[in-house]
């Protein structure tokens, strides 16, 4: 079992930054790939950003590819998502997510995540 707790949501507006970070505990959090997925009212949860168990290799969806960075600490079972330039269209509920699927930061399908946090609110005000 992987218990996973997000922060660092908020409002911000246009073209501002925010950090969001995801606290995991229980099982060694490097046998997971990570992944921050996000899902808007009325919308589909979508994939934004992966990172393999190592911090090796990561995958962004192409609406943020240069605007988000994501990274992991495994000695401090984080994993943590930098956003750039946000736009309004950011705005949605954020989920830290856990795939048993460690090798790979491409595990694009919500299916392929075991484990998943509470999600934090991003506000991006125009």
């Known amino acids: 079992q992987v218990q996973l707790v997000e922060s660092g949501g908020g409002l911000v507006q246009a073209g501002g930054s925010l950090r969001l970070s995801c606290a995991a505990s229980?099982?060694?959090?490097?046998?997971?790939?990570m992944a921050w997925f996000r899902q808007a009212p009325g919308k589909e949860r979508e994939f934004v950003a992966g990172?393999?168990?190592?911090?090796?290799?990561?995958s962004y969806a192409d609406s943020v590819k240069g605007r988000c960075t994501i990274s992991r600490e495994n000695a401090k079972n984080t994993v943590n998502l930098q956003m750039n330039t946000l736009k309004p269209e950011d705005t949605a509920v954020y989920y830290c997510?856990?795939?048993?699927?460690?090798?790979?930061?491409?595990?694009?399908?919500?299916?392929?995540?075991?484990?998943w946090g509470q999600g934090t609110q991003v506000t991006v005000s125009s």
């Open positions: 990172i393999n168990w190592s911090g090796g290799s990561t």
């Open positions: 997510a856990a795939s048993p699927r460690r090798y790979s930061s491409g595990n694009y399908s919500p299916r392929a995540y075991d484990y």
């Open positions: 229980g099982r060694t959090f490097s046998s997971y790939a």
